[in-house]
């Protein structure tokens, strides 16, 4: 069996399907043999609807707002909805103290590290420690991402127990929410 070669078939060879065509057959690889370049069209593909919490972050200015205006109200001891899915991704749960039912609820917040390879140096240590006694419920809790809890924080001192961490070279952010968790490692080298 002979094949016929068109010049612009065999410079298209890589990117067409057309560059053999066999005599007396009209097309091959369903490309028709009258035609040197043929393209498939594709249907364009809908716009995906983005879930809530996608549309809040996109929308969030960099992951402050709505959280900068909770945390601005002084008046009130919690945060709203929309600031509360936010505050995940700085390392935060808000949460009622359960020991104390009833109501009004008594707001208070969780704070997570974000301690690669469960390594946590002597100062950052004494600071937490500090800080939970201090503005916590005056204890750290270890986790079994190998990081550290701060319960029992108000939302007042929300920020400067943020902040006191941040300055001594740790963070909190990425410690909670759909993100990646903590990097483990195992205790033994």
Known sequence: MKYQFSALAI????????AF?????????????SSSLSMVLEKPRTAKKLAKIEVLKTNSDHLTIPLK????DTEEISVTKDAMQILK???????TDR???GKPKDYQFMLRLK???????????RLLDDL????????????????????G??????????????????STVGACGDVSRNVMTTPAP
Request: hydrophobic share 35%.
């Open 153 to 170: 924080i108000l939302k007042g001192n929300l920020k400067t127990v943020i902040s006191s961490i941040m300055n001594i070279g740790s």
């Open 89 to 95: 991704y700085h390392g935060s749960y808000m949460q």
């Open 99 to 101: 020991e104390k039912k």
């Open 69 to 72: 205006e909770s945390l601005a």
């Open 132 to 151: 939970s006694a201090k503005h916590g419920q005056g204890d750290l809790r270890a986790t079994t991402r190998q990081c550290f809890q701060m319960h």
């Open 21 to 33: 065509v066999t005599p007396g057959v009209s097309t091959a690889f369903g490309v028709s043999s």
């Open 11 to 18: 410079a298209c060879a890589p990117f067409s399907a057309s």
């Open 115 to 125: 301690q690669p390879a469960g390594e946590l140096p002597p100062d950052l240590f």
